[in-house]
Every structure is written in structure tokens, then in C-alpha cells.
């Protein structure tokens, strides 16, 4: 994005008393805002961008099995009727917003049959925090006209009341409740006792600094660089970023949108100076997780984990990742009840609490073992609006240490893994057959066409847990979001055809890896030559690293004996990881 000078008003400042009248006067120019333009979004063209898959025979073959009914079962409505109760709160973990979300997620539950039918389970988890629950009552910033030292007006310039106001995101997460007034200074070295620091920096790389220096308030206008509006709506200067404070954070911490700050800044120079009002509440009660499990026919013990995060501040991150879950494990088990498919060979967790943290918490929890894990997280994101497209990020393999043609990383960039870690398996061959075998069937309908991509690994959610204990995990996503964590990833950003897509596409994957039989194996074996072919040419191409053709010969080796073993029923191969990579250099990452 680009930082230009503050706003330029559109029409005269009107004054009472000598205030500013400054919340109606912002133009659309001005911080974090780029070079107006109509372009807007160009049409998907769908398809997969990532290797392709083998064809599915008649009958259906892997995922191509299960998506046809899935998607006739999936209720996108009442998914959508979810994600909105979900976002109706700051769900900020353990707080009485997490607290109301994932009462209503154990209610979809058990409603739908789990915890209360033999073969599918419903537990709550309960787990101590280092810090009590936080739950951001009510927040205001206003502008005050002083005289003789004495408050004469107060304009309001932005607040909330309600949790799902768009204005809830004003408290940096983890700040303290706070009555604070003075004026404003915008640079860091500019601070003196007393003063409200205005930055563009995040308040956790300010707060130590502000607070020697004697800052009274921070109020940050940070935003991350991609969230630039796709649409040339400039709808990223009326972005809140959701931020945090460092635990155990004193000084009073606000987040504001670029529109704010221009305004704040205007005022300053013209005399105005600040209030700054909080209502937090902190509480010392456990986080809670929920785990609902359809039990396994033949191989209980070995399970699936599909997981999603109820905590957070948004919509696409993650209410609807945890609605398009809910409704997806409500819909196999309707399938199961009525006959349609069968009771798969293996248990499926469905899993939703703490982001990064509710996969560990099940994982420790359960004494099975488990095979693979699939994070949904931000799965209904709509491309017209958000510019972002549903995206496979597949676990550990070579190309997460170098990546060639045709991967390339998101803006989120690349990760760092160790190359010992690395172990065979072959989950993203089924996400990526799950996500063709859906586009395939939209097709069918006649529906607008879906496109999808991958990416090498980079890392940031709880597929990070499983691949750490050496099990094969992936995360379908939604990105580049220009509304990724800030205040408007709201429900009007949320496509319901793209949650159903995404979410029977993630739960046909979970299906197949669960239910695996021998039948399945030929189209695996099929894609998995054509990637084989793929990543072989790209890394003997000159200009690859020498060496690499090697590790990827031996990833191809062990991902074909995992599939076999998963089809076949048996016990996974235990591997070692892959032969060093201290040969290859990397500096031909492309």
C-alpha cells in the first residue's frame, strides 16, 4: 500500500465553539490509500493451478467417491446461518464471546446426533490458560474542544458497544481498561510524558519504547501490506487491524483505520486533543475445545483430524471455517445414518477451538493414532470482493525448502523447516483429487466454474501442531484476502456457494484418507506419476539445484509406499526423513 499525506478534505471543515467537526470530513484519499482505478477483478477462468490428477473411473475412485453426495447434502444455509452467529462475536479465547461461539458449536453437535448415538462422539476439552479470559466490553475515541483548560465538546470519532459492532476491533487484544486524555503525537521520538503516541507501526514493536518515553496511549493505524483493496474501492482506509499487546501490557493499546488517523492528525494540528475510553473484562476460566468424532467400522484406533479454529475477530477468519466444519461432519453423519455411504474404515475428528492450539489439545488428549490432519481455515471467502481463491497448502515436502515451477508462495511467504523433518506422504495427492473432483461436479451443475491453487508450505496454523509430531497434514485457505484480519472481514465478504465448494471439498478429502480402500489406489498412483514427472523436469531444468532431483525421487518413493499402506489397510511405513539436503543450495528459489 502506499503512505501518503494526511487526507486532503473534500469540502470546508465546519467548527462549533472551535471544534472540529471531523468525522464527516474525510475524503477517500489519503493513508493506505493507492491509485483510485475501475479495473476491479477480472473473471476465474476455473481449474486447479498445481499439477494435475488422474481421471476418476465410473463409480468414483478417492475423494470422487463422496463429493457427489456431499454436495447434494451440504446445507449452505444453514452453514451461513452458523458462520453469522459465530460472528456475532469477538471470540477472543475464553472470553465470553468464545465462550457463547463454541456453546453454539457444541449445540450444532449435539443436535445433529453427536454425543447422544452410538458411533459418534462428542467431548469438551477444558485446559488452563497462562492468562485470564479478555472480553472487550466497550470502546470510544473522541475529540475534544478544550477552553481555558476546560472540556467544552465531545465529538465521538469512533466506538463500540455491541460485540458485533464494526468498531470492536478499537481495543488491541490483551490491553487494559483505560480513561486516558491528551494530546496526540505522531512520531515515536516526538513522545513526551503524557502524550498519545498516533503510529503506523504495530503496538507491540512501539509499546516498550512509548512507555520509557512516558506515552499515555498508542493508537496504531498498522496494516499489513497486502491489504490493498483488489477492487480499487479503496475499502482498506476504513480497515481496523486486529492486533494484540504483549502479555502482561500496561499501557492503554487501540487500533484505528488509516481514515481515523488522518482525521486525528488533521485535529491535532489544528488544537484538538483526545479521549481514549476502555471496558475490558478479564476472567480466569478454562479454554474450551470441541472434538466430535465418528468412530471408525474396522481401524477405530487410526484417525483423521479435520480442524478449525472458533477463536478470533472475523468472519472468513474463521467463523465461516468453523460453520462450513460443523455443517460438514453434520452432513457425513446424515449420509451414514441414511445408508448413502458407508461407516469409513478409520475415526474422523472433527475438531473446533483455539487456533495453533486445539489440534495439540486433541491430539494429546485422544490415544489413537493418528494418520493425517486437514486445517480449515478461512474457506468462504468471496473472490469478487476479496480477491482471494481457495488454495491447498500442502505439508512438508521438498518444495517447501525449494520451491520450483509451477509453486510459487503467497504474499504470506515462505516458511522454514528442517529438511530432516520431512517426511513422506501422499494427503496432498487426495486434497488436490478432492478439489478437482469438485470443480468437476460444479461443472456438472452448470454452476460458475471453481478455481483453486497450491503453494508449498509456509506455515501459521495448526497443520503446523501435526506436522511437527511427524503427521501428514495440509491447510486450505483463502488468500490473498485484503480483509484478513482487520475489521471488515465481516459476513458480506463470505460467498455460501464458495463455503459449500470448500468445505465438501475438505470434508470428501477427510473421507477418502479415513475410509481408503484398495479400489483407490490406481488414480493415486496415476497422479502421483504426473506430479512425479512434473517435479522431476522442473528440478534437472537448468538453473535447479543440483542434488534436488534426488530428494524428490526419494519424497515420490515413500509417498507411494504410504499410499499403498493406506489403501491396503495396514499400518503407515515409519520413515526417517529424507537423505540431507546440505548439498543443495537454495539461491535458486524461484
Not at 89 to 96: I, L, N
Request: charged share 20%; proline share 6%.
Amino acid at each position: 500500500m502506499n503512505h501518503l499525506d494526511p487526507v486532503r478534505f473534500a469540502r470546508p471543515i465546519l467548527t462549533t465553539g472551535g471544534l472540529l467537526l471531523l468525522a464527516a470530513a474525510c475524503s477517500s484519499s489519503g493513508r493506505g490509500a493507492g491509485a483510485p482505478t475501475d479495473a476491479g477483478l477480472g473473471p476465474l477462468l476455473g481449474g486447479h493451478i498445481g499439477p494435475a490428477v488422474a481421471s476418476s473411473p465410473a463409480g468414483g475412485s478417492g475423494p470422487s467417491r463422496f463429493v457427489p453426495p456431499l454436495l447434494g447434502i451440504f446445507e449452505q444455509g444453514a452453514a451461513m446461518a452458523i458462520a453469522t452467529d459465530l460472528d456475532a462475536f469477538y471470540r477472543s479465547p475464553a472470553s465470553d464471546g468464545y465462550e457463547r461461539a463454541i456453546d453454539r458449536v457444541i449445540a450444532g453437535l449435539y443436535g445433529a446426533g453427536f454425543g447422544a448415538e452410538d458411533g459418534f462422539e462428542l467431548q469438551v476439552l477444558s485446559n488452563s490458560m497462562s492468562e485470564p479470559a479478555w472480553t472487550p466490553i466497550s470502546a470510544e475515541i473522541n475529540v475534544l474542544g478544550m477552553r481555558g483548560g476546560d472540556i467544552v465538546a465531545r465529538v465521538p470519532l469512533a466506538g463500540f458497544t455491541d460485540p458485533a459492532d464494526e468498531f470492536r476491533l478499537l481495543i488491541a487484544e490483551g490491553a487494559p481498561s483505560c480513561s486516558v486524555q491528551g494530546a496526540a503525537v505522531f512520531r515515536l521520538e516526538d513522545v513526551i510524558p503524557g502524550a498519545i503516541l498516533v503510529t503506523d507501526q504495530s503496538v507491540r514493536s512501539v509499546e516498550q519504547e512509548a512507555v520509557k518515553r512516558g506515552a499515555s496511549a498508542i493508537v496504531s493505524w498498522f496494516q499489513l501490506p497486502y491489504c490493498d483493496d483488489p477492487t480499487g474501492q479503496e475499502r482498506q482506509i476504513e480497515a481496523i487491524f486486529q492486533g494484540s499487546v504483549r502479555p502482561g501490557a500496561t499501557i492503554p493499546s487501540f487500533y484505528v483505520s488509516p481514515r481515523i488517523a488522518d482525521i486525528m492528525e488533521v485535529g491535532s494540528k489544528q488544537g484538538s486533543t483526545f479521549e481514549l475510553v476502555a471496558r475490558v473484562r478479564r476472567e480466569v476460566r478454562p479454554l474450551r475445545t470441541a472434538v466430535a468424532s465418528i468412530r471408525g467400522a474396522e481401524r477405530p484406533n487410526e484417525s483423521v483430524y479435520v480442524v478449525s479454529a472458533v477463536s478470533g475477530a472475523g468472519a472468513n477468519d474463521n467463523a465461516a471455517g468453523a460453520a462450513g466444519i460443523l455443517e460438514g461432519a453434520r452432513a457425513l453423519k446424515r449420509l451414514i445414518a441414511s445408508g448413502q455411504i458407508e461407516r469409513p474404515r478409520r475415526t474422523i475428528h472433527f475438531v473446533f477451538g483455539k487456533e495453533a492450539e486445539a489440534g495439540g489439545t486433541a491430539l494429546d488428549e485422544k490415544a489413537d493414532t493418528p494418520v493425517a490432519a486437514i486445517v480449515a481455515d478461512m474457506i468462504g471467502a468471496s473472490y469478487e470482493k476479496t480477491g482471494a481463491i481457495c488454495l491447498l497448502e500442502r505439508g512438508w515436502d521438498p518444495a517447501a525448502i525449494v520451491s520450483l515451477p509451477p509453486d510459487a508462495h503467497t504474499p504470506w511467504g515462505a516458511g522454514s523447516v528442517a529438511e530432516e523433518d520431512i517426511l513422506p506422504n501422499g494427503l496432498s495427492i487426495v486434497l488436490r483429487e478432492a478439489l478437482v473432483d469438485v470443480g468437476l461436479a460444479i461443472a456438472d451443475e452448470s454452476g460458475p466454474p471453481w478455481s483453486t491453487r497450491e503453494h508449498p508450505w509456509e506455515g501459521g496454523s495448526d497443520h503446523d501442531t501435526f506436522l511437527g509430531r511427524g503427521i501428514a497434514a495440509a491447510l486450505v485457505w483463502h488468500f490473498t484476502d485484503f480483509a484478513y484480519s482487520t475489521s471488515l472481514d465481516r459476513m458480506d465478504l463470505v460467498d455460501a456457494e464458495e463455503l459449500r465448494r470448500t468445505s465438501v471439498a475438505i470434508l470428501a478429502a477427510a473421507a477418502a484418507v479415513a475410509d481408503a480402500r484398495p479400489g483407490d489406489l490406481n488414480r493415486y498412483m496415476a497422479s502421483l506419476a504426473i506430479e512425479r514427472d512434473l517435479r522431476l523436469k522442473a528440478s534437472t531444468a537448468e538453473g535447479a539445484p543440483s542434488g534436488l532431483r534426488e530428494i524428490w525421487v526419494d519424497w515420490f518413493a515413500g509417498t507411494e509406499a504410504w499410499l499403498r499402506a493406506l489403501t491396503a489397510g495396514k499400518a503407515l511405513p515409519e520413515f526417517e526423513g529424507l537423505r540431507a539436503l546440505d548439498s543443495i543450495s537454495t539461491s535458486a528459489d524461484r
